[in-house]
């Protein structure tokens, strides 16, 4: 009969003389100086206190990650990310007073070394390429973010991309469809500032409002208003409005 293999160092986890190894980084969780890896910290914003309370179950009962500030807007996730010390910003897309998309174009020129994700009920392939030009590095759909969002999160912080794997391989034929032919990425219908104006009109905010939170004129206000309503081939508010709702720059 042979005898079982009792060579020094077999069993994983020891050294050659059979005692416990412990190099420092060889045990899960800890660096190569032996510290535990701290955990990543991020600034997650949503208008839905419910929404941001079942995400933030999902993220905290991650070892490796842990909300650290929530915002319930935009605006507020731009002014926490001032202050905070955050690795990564979780975004919803349609939120009041600034979208996740241009607080993710705000953060992005504040904090370079931020990275974000949008997190979004639309499956769409513009907000997809927005999304990327405004410097988000992953986009997740609400509807699967218990199953994808953690995955996500640990993709952005290696600095690896992310998008849902339903849409993976019809957004990148698109895009090397579109870079083989020469033609640009979707071009969006207004631009920024414009788009500003227009969630702010849609939102009921007078030209005055409008003005002085964005430090403007009325006029100049007005102006992007008309060119708006010429721009899209509408005639009033309630046409900005309904437009507004389904580009999702506000919820119905």
Known sequence: ???????????PGTTRDGAPDTTPGNTPGTSRDGAADAPTRILLADDHALVRGGVRLILDAEPDLTVVAEAADGAEAVALARTQDVDLAVLDISMPRMTGLQAARELSRLKPELRILILTMYDNEQYFFEALKAGASGYVLKSVADRDLVEACR????????????????????????????????????????????KLVAEGHSSKEIGDLLVISPK?????????????????????????????????
Do not use: C, S, W
């Not at 079982?4 to 160092?9: F, H, M, S, V």
């Not at 208003?225 to 721009?231: D, G, M, P, T, V």
């Open 1 to 11: 009969m042979t005898n079982a293999d009792t060579t020094p160092g077999g069993v």
């Open 155 to 198: 993709a952005a912080v290696r600095d690896e991309p992310f998008i849902y794997p339903g849409a993976e391989t019809a957004l990148i034929r698109t895009y090397l469809d579109r870079a083989e032919q020469g033609r640009p990425l979707p071009d969006k219908a207004v631009t920024e500032r414009e788009e500003e104006i227009l």
């Open 220 to 252: 100049t206000v007005e102006r992007h208003r008309a060119n708006l309503l010429q721009k899209l081939g509408m005639r009033d508010r309630l046409e900005l409005t309904r437009y507004a709702i389904r580009v999702g720059l506000i919820e119905p």
